[in-house]
């Protein structure tokens, strides 16, 4: 199980883009693919201003994919309560520590908590893909009651009930006099929110790409004379700062939509959630729909906006989360040079000059002019392409070629996908025969003894 301690000391923040890939040395295909398949812890905390304003909660919210948790096959011997159909489970269990102030070097020694909490779960799936699966996951709260002020923290991961917890980094937090914030919080939620029920995404600062969200805002200050927008804007995040690069949507808040003199509480939920009180409380919240489908996969500000001072009184930074992307679209290069079956040499060479923005314009250019579906972001032909390109990485590699997308068969399925019909034959000891049948055309492999590769010997 050590191979899930680096996962959770580093608390991955995801973020799966073209845009903002990081190129750091010598990319390979091979490393992308990689990347796409890491397992996904995700962590954020939110704070939760309380209705008396003297306190607030600090939530910690985790979410940790089936794919990240080791499971184990059901036996006789566990002595576990289990569901009829399970055939595999995994124990998890996160607490967190909180320190007052600071974390120091010379305070650590002697230093005690002011609180701790404890979230454990048994879960079970009924087939082994399932404890792959990216898409079934374990989700759960920590919540602590804290006044105003600095505070640090520990939070400390066991898995399958081991004896050694594996403990993060002490981090500082700080907890805001809501008397006298003058900013508001953002909350990110899942499109199926009402004020009754809001789900937190709980995906860190992600958001799911093509599809709508909803937010949360506290609005500071609240004036019912006052007009207010939600801004969203590309952003570009630099070494020194993030600057918003283009705004790409303004969505008005009507008077009606703000619920003023209110307050948020915790519910109970099998994922972590908030509702809304509006019969009592000090504080002004509205919650607004986020367009996502029709935007790009890129890095996005909110920024809560005054019409008439167009101050800015709430703001989160967002990334878009492509769960399933296809490992060449998280590094433009790469993309670009993966294009090399579809487009004649010379045009390869143009899509590779110019800096990164250039090349960018040219490659979204290309694709949009073949887009199926224009009216909307995503471009389902050309998520297909590089889908096939990582399937023939996958499934045609081989000792002699580890790369399977640059093997006959890999190019073959790139180009025309997969066949209406696949035939083997062993017309001689050592020697196979893979006729691939499509509705105009055919193309026949031969492959030899031992670990040869496939070769297209006729179409």
Do not use: C
């Not at 919210?61 to 499971?71: E, I, W, Y």
């Not at 029709?294 to 989360?321: C, F, H, P, Q, W």
């Not at 096939?388 to 996908?417: L, M």
Request: proline share 4%.
């Amino acid at each position: 199980m050590k191979k899930f301690t680096s996962l959770f000391l580093f608390i991955l923040f995801i973020g799966s883009s073209i845009i903002v890939a990081q190129r750091r040395g010598n990319v390979t295909y091979t490393s992308l693919a990689n990347r796409a398949s890491t397992s996904n812890f995700f962590f954020d905390n939110v704070i939760i201003p309380d209705e008396s304003q003297e306190s607030a909660q600090l939530v910690f919210l985790f979410r940790m994919d089936n794919s990240f948790l080791p499971f184990k096959k059901l036996s006789i011997d566990d002595n576990i309560e289990n569901p009829k159909d399970a055939e595999f489970y995994s124990i998890a269990r996160l607490n967190s520590e909180i320190f007052q102030g600071k974390a120091s070097k010379n305070e650590l020694k002697n230093s005690s908590s002011i609180s701790r909490d404890l979230w454990r779960d048994t879960l079970f799936t009924e087939t082994y893909d399932e404890t792959k699966s990216k898409e079934d996951y374990a989700s759960g709260k920590l919540v602590t009651k804290l006044k105003p002020g600095d505070y640090n923290y520990v939070l400390q991961l066991s898995l399958m009930e081991e004896t050694n917890d594996r403990n993060s980094q002490r981090r500082n937090i700080s907890i805001p006099d809501f008397k006298t914030k003058k900013t508001g919080e953002i909350y990110l939620l899942n499109n199926n929110s009402d004020l009754s029920h809001m789900e937190f995404m709980n995906m860190g600062n992600n958001v799911i790409y093509g599809k709508d969200y909803k937010v949360l805002i506290r609005i500071p200050e609240y004036n019912s004379t006052q007009k207010y927008h939600l801004r969203v804007s590309k952003a570009k995040i630099n070494r020194k700062d993030t600057t918003n690069s283009e705004i790409v949507k303004n969505i008005q808040i009507n008077s009606n939509e703000i619920s003023a003199n209110s307050s948020i509480e915790l519910i109970d939920s099998i994922n972590p959630a908030v509702s809304l009180n509006s019969s009592k409380g000090s504080y002004s919240y509205v919650l607004l729909t986020v367009p996502n489908s029709g935007l790009e996969n890129s890095i996005y500000n909110l920024e809560l906006m005054s019409n008439s001072t167009d101050e800015v009184l709430a703001e989160k930074l967002i990334r878009s989360y492509w769960p399933d992307i296809p490992p060449s679209l998280l590094n433009l290069d790469i993309s670009i040079e993966m294009m090399r079956y579809i487009v004649s040499e010379e045009q390869l060479k143009n899509l590779k000059k110019g800096n990164s923005e250039e090349k960018e314009e040219k490659f979204r250019d290309f694709w949009k002019k073949r887009d199926p579906t224009p009216e909307t972001e995503f471009n389902e032909l050309m998520t297909e392409y590089y889908r096939r390109i990582h399937y023939a990485f996958i499934e045609y590699r081989s000792p002699e070629n580890p790369n399977g997308q640059d093997t006959d068969r890999g190019e073959v399925y790139i180009k025309y996908g997969p066949p209406n019909e696949r035939d083997r034959s062993f017309p001689k000891k050592g020697l196979v025969i893979e006729t691939w049948k499509y509705n105009d055309r055919s193309f026949v492999f031969e492959k030899g003894s031992g670990f040869s590769e496939f070769m297209l010997v006729g179409k």
